[in-house]
């Protein structure tokens, strides 16, 4: 079975400019995730879909973040404009529908901002 | 919040040691509690999970029980390996309706060497 693929893999931009990811989630997960992966942290959730209504964006700095999920399958996470700050590594992550089920996470997406 | 804490690494072993990696937790009510794995150069991928007190998830030769007394989660190998070097993260999940994301530790790399 593939698992969540993401998009790319490196990304390194000045800051004040704009970056877009791609999420391919596991055929048939219900659920999409995003989180944010500061070096030497955990990861943070930014936002999670559920089919492609949103069920928390509580983390997200709306301000300069947006994700979309159209049809419910893959997903898209912007940021504009970039800060230095926004230096990470970019999580997917998919479940099936339900408590406690698994996620399974993509390689992510290092975002250096210079 | 929900929070996790994790000892402080990093922690390097010889093959056939002993390994603890200790785990505590906040949060209320009944969170399960979810040990993942990040081997070099790959994704996230859960390695044991325990739903409810007293649980023991087990995974690969690692144990951890979920303690509610003591809040903790602790991580255990009996004999590592040089292939178990990787960076490990504590995580947990209360799921509330549809939203169930994982609150993570920070990680904690773990070095084996021959």
């Known amino acids: 079975e593939a698992g969540v693929a993401q998009s790319p893999r490196y990304k390194i931009i000045e800051k004040r400019q704009s970056v877009a990811f791609w999420c391919n989630p596991i055929?048939?997960?219900?659920?999409l995730y995003w989180y944010q992966q500061i070096l030497g942290q955990g990861p943070k959730l930014l936002i999670q879909?559920?089919?492609?209504?949103?069920?928390?964006d509580s983390q997200l700095p709306k301000d300069r973040f947006s994700a979309e999920r159209l049809k419910g399958v893959d997903s898209t996470l912007k940021i504009q404009p970039a800060k230095l700050e926004d230096s990470a590594v970019y999580l997917c992550?998919?479940?099936?529908?339900?408590?406690?089920?698994?996620?399974?996470f993509g390689q992510g997406t290092r975002l250096t901002v210079v | 919040g929900d929070s996790v804490t994790q000892m402080e690494g990093p922690v390097t072993l010889s093959e056939e040691a002993f390994l603890t990696i200790n785990c505590t937790y906040t949060?209320?009510?009944?969170?399960?509690l979810f040990w993942y794995v990040q081997y070099p150069g790959e994704g996230l991928q859960l390695l044991l999970k325990?739903?409810?007190?007293?649980d023991k998830g087990s995974n690969k030769g690692f144990e951890a029980t979920y303690r509610k007394e003591t809040t903790s989660f602790h991580l255990e190998k009996g004999s590592v390996q040089v292939s178990d070097s990787a960076v490990y993260f504590c995580?947990?999940?209360?799921?509330?309706?549809?939203?169930?994301?994982?609150?993570f530790g920070k990680g904690i790399t773990l070095s084996v060497r021959p």
């Open positions: 992550a998919s479940s099936l529908e339900g408590k406690n089920t698994e996620a399974f």
């Open positions: 055929s048939g997960h219900a659920t």
């Open positions: 879909f559920q089919n492609n209504g949103v069920v928390d």
């Open positions: 949060a209320t009510g009944y969170p399960s």
């Open positions: 325990a739903t409810k007190a007293d």
């Open positions: 995580a947990l999940t209360r799921s509330s309706g549809a939203n169930s994301k994982l609150t």
